[in-house]
Structure formats: structure tokens, C-alpha cells
């Protein structure tokens, strides 16, 4: 079954414990990006990658870290979480930039304290 | 800079209602117009996808359509039921940066 898959669906930390959430596809998709969803403001995304090795900052970055070293994975790292960092957390994938549908992670609710 | 908006934020509508939903967006460079659908404390399920090019697309009781140029999207639900129940939002592909870019969604209630 073609999904995105991310773990933990929920996490409570604490202020300062780095942490990392991981997110993986299985349709070969190149593009793929993290979004934090908060009640009333919608979804912002947070990092995006078109390709292996290549990230790029989206509307809302800081305090956040990506990486991209392979097709199917692109974990999201929080440092040094801080509660302002609480929020529904989504990984998506497409295939490639443009014009393609876009799939998305269950999420993950972090609640950092 | 694209700006996404969809009115009305919430409805409420008795079962077996047709019920249109809109979206509008500042910027008619786009790629596509995405829908989906969110459940509460759920994932994102893409319901419909229109390329620019297109006007409309239809997936079972679900009808999307697309005027670019006046910046306007709306969703066509028909006989609606119960478990329509949920938020609907709409996103934009924007052909300058590529990102997807959404909507506040809007909140649907069908009563039984």
C-alpha cells in the first residue's frame, strides 16, 4: 500500500530534549516536506527537499533541522524543542515538484513542556 | 505573495443537502489545485486534483471546479451523509516556488 508513514504519533518531551521524528515514503517520490499545523493558522510548512542531499527552508524553520540521505526518508529534528514548538506535526510526499498529488503522514502530535 | 482563503469556515447542513464549498487564492500562477479531506487528529487525504489547465474534476459525489483566472476553486458535494463530516482544505501548487500552499480549511457537519 503507497502511504507516508511517521513516528511517534505522539510525543510529549521536555523543554530542551532534542527529539526526532521520522517520516518515510514508499512510491520513489522525490519531493518531500514537513508542515506544522496550529488552530488558526492553518498549515506552514517548515522544510521541504526536491531531492536526496537537497533541503530548502520553508515559511516556518527555525528551530528545526531535516536531512535527506536517502529516497524514502526525511526525519525532522528539534534540537532544542521549546513549547511554542507544540503543534500537529505532518510529513507529505509527491512525486516531484508541480503539478502532482501530494500524500500525507498521519501526524504527529508533539507537546513539548 | 499566494494567499489562500475559504468561506464559510464552518456549515452545518442536514443529510441529503448538496453543499458547495469555496476556495480562493491571490495568484493565478499555479501548478495545480489540490482538496482534501481531514478528519479530526488525523492525516491529509487528497479527495481531488485539477491541473491548471483543467476546469474540473469529478470523483464520485465529489465535484471540483477551477477558474484560474478569477482566482476561484469551489467542491461540489451531492447528497450529502453523516460521514462527509469533517474539514475540507484547499491548497494551491505555486508555479513560482513550487510549495503548497493552503487554505484555513472549512468545517462540515452533516446531521443525521
Known amino acids: 500500500e503507497a502511504q507516508v508513514t511517521q513516528n511517534p504519533r505522539y510525543l510529549i518531551t521536555v523543554t530542551g530534549k532534542k527529539l526526532t521524528v521520522t517520516c518515510s515514503q514508499n512510491?520513489?517520490?522525490?519531493?518531500m516536506s514537513w508542515y506544522r499545523q496550529d488552530p488558526g493558522l492553518g498549515l506552514r510548512q517548515i522544510y521541504y527537499?526536491?531531492?536526496?542531499?537537497?533541503?530548502d527552508k520553508g515559511d516556518v524553520p527555525e528551530g528545526y533541522k531535516v536531512s535527506r540521505k536517502e529516497k524514502r526518508n526525511f526525519p525532522l529534528i528539534l534540537e532544542s524543542p521549546s513549547p511554542n514548538q507544540t503543534s500537529l506535526y505532518f510529513c507529505?510526499?509527491?512525486?516531484?515538484?508541480?503539478?502532482?498529488?501530494?500524500?500525507f503522514g498521519q501526524g504527529t502530535r508533539l507537546t513539548v513542556v | 505573495k499566494q494567499e489562500v482563503t475559504q468561506i464559510p469556515a464552518a456549515l452545518s447542513v442536514p443529510e441529503g443537502e448538496n453543499l458547495v464549498l469555496n476556495c480562493s487564492f491571490t495568484?493565478?500562477?499555479?501548478?495545480?489545485l489540490q482538496w482534501f479531506r481531514q478528519d479530526p487528529g488525523k492525516g491529509l487525504t487528497s479527495l481531488l486534483l485539477?491541473?491548471?489547465?483543467?476546469r474540473e474534476q469529478t470523483s464520485g459525489r465529489l465535484n471540483a471546479s477551477l477558474d484560474k483566472s478569477s482566482g476561484r476553486s469551489t467542491l461540489y458535494i451531492a447528497a450529502s451523509q453523516p460521514g462527509d463530516s469533517a474539514t475540507y482544505l484547499c491548497a494551491v501548487v505555486s508555479s513560482n516556488t513550487g510549495k503548497l500552499i493552503f487554505g484555513q480549511g472549512t468545517t462540515l457537519q452533516v446531521k443525521p
Open positions: 527537499s526536491m531531492n536526496v542531499e537537497v533541503t
Open positions: 495568484d493565478s500562477a499555479i501548478y495545480n
Open positions: 512510491m520513489n517520490h522525490e519531493y
Open positions: 507529505a510526499s509527491s512525486l516531484s515538484i508541480g503539478g502532482f498529488r501530494a500524500f
Open positions: 485539477i491541473q491548471s489547465s483543467q
